[in-house]
């Protein structure tokens, strides 16, 4: 399928009526690739608190970077919600995003911010292995993420090849290994016969039945689970900090350069820096708040003593559409 024809696809997908908080005044128009029930009670906060009007419109994140890029300068977006790092990346490499203040990016580690300004860290979502304690052993387990394609696993690791983190792991993989690199990896997940899910909630949901034995995702959706039932099997496992595996990932936002809001879009981006929105994230969704002074959840360790991949994620640039191909190309999904 052509670039085109998805173009089409998804202005056509995405052309839904934008859920509004709007009381009639010219309000503040957030495209967010992250989930109404997630990001909508904050979206009431941050309107009761500054009485400003909010329209948004929710999609997946891909799909809306792909829909601003068509709109380009005719875009109502003001401000783009990512999920990842890399559908922010894109819209920078398209010259969509305008620069943000120094003194509001600087908040967070450089690892998580976009060199040029471009774009900022939100939250931090750490790359795991959930998997089902009634099937696997913690001796049993993968010891990297190279050895998920060990024969020893076939069948038993899902993934979920069109999730927005699952892609940015796998852009961030061709940037340290090269593309044959990665491409190697991934054929090698493809024969070993990994199943495939839309998501990291319906492998998380696959893996508490034991349809699957494991499963690649973000820390935080098995905390979620647990949250709601603590009897379940699932577990997290995490790679060692010098694996890719291990990899933290940030919930991204940008300010599109054609806003005619800029003084709403950046209260509305400091709102989601400030303390608040921070400690809301990290009890409710059991992400890691990114700006010093908040504590995550009480279940997961402090940030700065997480075991992590050392990513500069300003590094993922626009490689996202070569990411697609090489999944596709690889098998992962198809049979």
Same mark, same amino acid.
């Given at each position: 399928?052509?670039?085109?024809?998805?173009?089409?696809?998804?202005?056509?997908? +995405?052309?839904?009526? +934008?859920?509004?908080?709007?009381?009639?005044?010219? &309000?503040?128009?957030?495209?967010?690739?992250?989930?109404?029930?997630?990001?909508?009670?904050?979206?009431?906060?941050?309107?009761?608190?500054?009485?400003?009007?909010?329209?948004?419109?929710?999609?997946?994140? #891909?799909?809306?970077?792909? +829909?601003?890029?068509?709109?380009?300068?005719?875009?109502?977006?003001?401000?783009?919600?990512? *999920?990842?790092?890399?559908?922010? #990346?894109?819209?920078?490499?398209?010259?969509?995003?305008?620069?943000?203040?120094?003194?509001?990016?600087?908040?967070?580690?450089?690892?998580?911010?976009?060199?040029?300004?471009?774009?900022?860290?939100?939250?931090?979502?750490?790359?795991?292995?959930?998997?089902? *304690?009634?099937?696997?052993?913690?001796?049993?387990?993968?010891?990297?993420?190279?050895?998920?394609?060990?024969? !020893?696993? #076939?069948?038993?690791?899902?993934?979920?090849?069109?999730?927005?983190?699952?892609?940015?792991?796998?852009?961030?993989?061709?940037?340290?290994?090269?593309?044959?690199?990665?491409?190697?990896?991934?054929?090698?997940?493809?024969?070993?016969?990994?199943?495939?899910?839309?998501?990291?909630? !319906?492998?998380?949901?696959?893996?508490?039945?034991?349809?699957?034995?494991?499963?690649?995702?973000?820390?935080?959706?098995?905390?979620?689970?647990?949250?709601?039932?603590?009897?379940?099997?699932?577990?997290?496992?995490?790679?060692?900090?010098?694996?890719?595996?291990?990899?933290?990932?940030?919930?991204?936002?940008?300010?599109? &350069?054609?806003?005619?809001?800029?003084?709403?879009?950046?209260?509305?981006?400091?709102?989601?820096?400030?303390?608040?929105? *921070?400690?809301?994230?990290?009890?409710?969704?059991?992400?890691?708040?990114?700006?010093?002074?908040?504590?995550?959840?009480?279940?997961?360790?402090?940030? *700065?003593?997480?075991? !992590?991949?050392?990513?500069?994620?300003?590094?993922?640039?626009?490689?996202?559409?070569?990411?697609?191909?090489?999944?596709?190309?690889?098998? +992962?999904?198809?049979?």
């Amino acid at each position: 399928m052509t670039r085109r024809i998805l173009t089409a696809f998804f202005v056509l997908a +995405l052309a839904t009526p +934008l859920a509004a908080c709007s009381n009639g005044r010219d &309000a503040l128009t957030i495209y967010s690739g992250r989930t109404e029930n997630l990001i909508g009670p904050l979206l009431e906060r941050f309107h009761a608190e500054t009485g400003i009007s909010i329209d948004v419109k929710y999609g997946d994140s #891909a799909e809306l970077a792909l +829909l601003i890029d068509t709109e380009g300068e005719r875009t109502p977006a003001d401000v783009f919600l990512s *999920q990842t790092p890399g559908a922010n #990346a894109f819209l920078a490499g398209r010259d969509l995003l305008t620069e943000l203040p120094a003194a509001l990016v600087d908040q967070v580690d450089e690892r998580f911010r976009d060199d040029h300004r471009l774009w900022v860290g939100v939250t931090g979502r750490q790359r795991v292995l959930v998997y089902n *304690q009634d099937l696997m052993t913690p001796d049993r387990l993968p010891k990297s993420i190279d050895d998920i394609a060990d024969p !020893a696993f #076939a069948g038993k690791v899902a993934v979920a090849p069109t999730n927005g983190s699952f892609q940015d792991f796998v852009t961030a993989m061709r940037q340290v290994r090269g593309d044959e690199g990665t491409a190697a990896w991934l054929e090698s997940l493809a024969r070993s016969g990994a199943p495939t899910y839309a998501n990291n909630n !319906a492998i998380v949901d696959a893996v508490s039945r034991g349809e699957v034995a494991m499963g690649l995702v973000n820390h935080y959706y098995n905390h979620r689970f647990l949250a709601e039932d603590p009897d379940l099997p699932s577990r997290n496992h995490h790679f060692p900090g010098d694996d890719i595996g291990s990899l933290l990932i940030p919930s991204t936002v940008g300010m599109l &350069a054609t806003t005619r809001h800029r003084d709403d879009a950046l209260r509305f981006i400091e709102f989601l820096l400030e303390a608040e929105a *921070q400690e809301y994230f990290s009890t409710e969704t059991f992400e890691y708040p990114l700006v010093p002074g908040v504590a995550p959840a009480a279940s997961l360790p402090p940030l *700065q003593t997480l075991e !992590a991949f050392p990513y500069r994620f300003s590094e993922l640039g626009g490689g996202l559409q070569r990411t697609v191909e090489l999944i596709r190309e690889s098998g +992962l999904g198809e049979g």
